[in-house]
DNA sequence: GGTATTTGTTGCGCTTGACCCCAAATCTGA
DNA sequence: TCAGATTTGGGGTCAAGCGCAACAAATACC
């Protein structure tokens, strides 16, 4: 056991870490307001930050001019040349991004594919990627890390791909492959719950420290959950596979569509998309023509769809008494076409307490949370101990 | 902010705990194997240990004839004199313990009570016995706190009693109370979290880091859940109210009883005594009548209830993938009264991934569960932070 | 009874963050 | 325009805590 926690070489990795963390999340600061934000003395930041500027993570920037008294301090952010590779491997697409420390995305390309991509030509793919943005747009950058949003169940011991039905993969080591292809450390998670880990860093989940995340794919429903601030994965790293559960149902009126009562198939995009004669169009286009619709059907579906999803919730609500719902998906459209009709039917199936301080909000991030995801999944290890992944 | 955490002082406060929980949770130990625990310096552990039986929360005894080579190891434990006042407000009876920080109940009380008790009469209660004992059982004996288990909803910043519908308390300022009542500090908390925290810390969840945990009670249905080994509060302290979720039924042999469909509406022990014919007995005798009975009407309700019980337990490991489940109260002779059918048909509600690692198990402390969860509140102070709390 | 092994004990040195004092940079007000 | 106030960085010093190494003690094995 290598646990260096009590001693004073973990002291200091803790130090540079939350340091790093700091401008990492909170973008540019002042030494002074790193200094206040850490509870550590002025001098301890002072050499924390130089041995941060020395290994390349951040630089220092001329202070702000900020009209106050006294002597300006030096700003401190995150090296824009540090960067991880994103990667979402979906059926019709794959898309990469680089991402910086520093949260932005300087490159991002979407590749369409014809055929149902493997694990080997993802890995392929994405190492030949790296390899063009390195010769062209990224000359310089430092890629830290590859992180990869799969929509399946991924085994978090080793990246293994366990289950990605509508990929076709199963027991995919895309870790290793990815990891061979690149020379890269890599790593691996599920979608759903990389998108919750990104929504709660900088999305609407930002300083909220237990949250419930739910995203509405084409596929299915998945999710993740946020407890005493840190993403839950489980045992296995399965946590999160909401879309499986079987919500109860309250009143007659929260009815059955299909004959499973699994929450993916009462609840699913399909269903909106038959219900307003649309295929195959974005979410904004889908919740338009679902607002515009003035056929009734097409409002008694999403009612329905919003007390089944409130069921789910509420359950939810009860057993973990969270600050924050989010919402991503096309459950942000059902839960946006009566947000509030939504809330009441939570709060009707849950304990009034543990409703109390529960917020329902859509996701934030739009179509840059996997890639902040995964972007973040690949940054974790540095961030934890930054001297030591150098 | 006073949040000395990256400090050395606040190693040292970090080593002091660590050595201090690992005797409290795992028993007396030789000093080498703390520092193979720890993983800290031999020099340095035994300045720890110094300090620790100075401030009079451990003593070191002579080694233990182990038949091994080298220089023997003094044992350290903790000081017996110690102690917490665990207690558990019920309807008709209050039980107070003393609980010694290294896990025995030198002393227990089961109080009857005639009326309802009110917080008030709790307060006093705990105060004269506290003095009752320290005159004589307790003499010399030091109390670092009092942890109170209470059947309802606590909010835990301030130990306010939110709902208690049972003992018909709402929002009653029970820590206050108990503060003021005895001048000791007060850990105030829902019956079945402490529950789970206790199985997860001496019980059937020993070691485990993710569990969900059930129990069933005269009243109603309490849980509690174990996240990266911590227990979940959420924002107010309401967590693992799995009562009242309403779990979906899969198959049309998963029918109701009653009308709303909560949980613990469905699967209660009235209706186990109503099958069997019986009232106000305990709960091997119950156990007893439902094995004996030949009433198919019984092994009936049995069985729908396991497999009510089976949804709900499915749904939380679809959300957590936990690599254990822990029931106690009577959900312990619903399981056991077919424990592979309990498992087979959660596994047929859950993703085969997530159910992979889970383990069903029955609670393992009994009677004490309750003592010992509410102890370990009312010692958390002291185990965090050992020398600020003497 | 000698040797190997394990562990407590002691003293030293290194690392690290706190503290102090001074210098620098800016605002304020006359 | 200039002095005072205010805030912050920088460098030196200090103290605290842990690791390390050498030595001593206690046990088992041969």
């Keep these: 056991m290598t646990d260096r926690a009590g001693t004073f070489d973990g002291v200091h990795r803790r130090n540079l870490s939350k340091v790093l963390g700091l401008v990492h999340l909170e973008g540019p600061r002042s030494r002074a307001r790193l200094t206040a934000a850490t509870g550590l003395n002025r001098s301890t930041v ?5 041995e941060l500027v020395e290994a390349g993570l951040v630089i220092e920037q001329p202070p702000d001019p900020t009209n106050r008294v006294g002597r300006p301090s030096p700003v401190v952010a995150a090296d824009p040349s540090v960067l991880a590779i994103a990667v979402n491997p979906e059926v019709d697409a794959v898309t990469i991004a680089a ?9 991002r390309e979407r590749i369409e594919v014809d055929v149902l991509p493997t694990p080997e030509a993802i890995a392929e ?3 030949a990627t790296i390899d063009r943005w390195r010769a062209g747009q990224l000359q310089g950058a430092r890629i830290v890390g590859v992180g990869l949003a799969v929509p399946g169940l991924v085994r978090a011991a080793d990246g293994l791909v366990r289950w990605a039905p509508h990929l076709e993969w199963s027991d995919a ?9 690149t020379g890269l450390p890599v790593a691996v998670g599920n979608d759903a719950s990389l998108g919750a880990h990104a929504e709660h860093l900088f999305g609407a989940g930002r300083g909220v420290d ?3 995340y739910l995203n509405g794919g084409a596929s299915g429903i998945g999710g993740g959950l946020i407890v005493h601030g840190r993403l839950v994965g489980g045992t296995g790293g399965y946590a999160g596979e909401f879309g499986q559960n079987r919500p109860g149902f309250a009143e007659p009126g929260d009815r059955r569509a299909g004959a499973d009562g699994v929450l993916e198939d009462e609840v699913s995009r399909a269903r909106l998309l038959d219900v307003v004669g649309l295929t195959h169009v974005d979410e904004p286009t889908l919740a338009a023509a679902l607002a515009e619709s003035d056929d009734p059907a097409a ?5 329905r769809q919003r007390r089944v999803l409130a069921a789910t ?5 009860n057993a973990l008494n969270p600050s924050l719902v989010v919402l991503g998906g096309f459950l942000a459209t059902v839960a946006e076409s009566d947000l509030d009709d939504l809330a009441r039917a939570v709060e009707a199936q849950t304990l009034a307490a543990a409703f109390e301080g529960v917020e329902i909000r859509v996701a934030a991030l739009g179509g840059d949370r996997l890639m902040i995801g995964a972007a973040e999944a690949a940054l974790a290890p540095l961030l934890a101990d930054p001297l030591a992944a150098r």
């Design 46 to 50: 002072a050499t924390l930050v130089a």
């Design 99 to 107: 991402v910086g420390l520093h949260g932005a995305i300087p490159v």
């Design 125 to 127: 793919l994405t190492a």
């Design 173 to 181: 080591p895309l870790r290793a492959l990815v990891e061979a292809a």
């Design 210 to 212: 237990d949250l419930v």
């Design 299 to 303: 409002a008694d579906e999403l009612a």
């Design 313 to 317: 919730l509420a359950n939810a609500v």
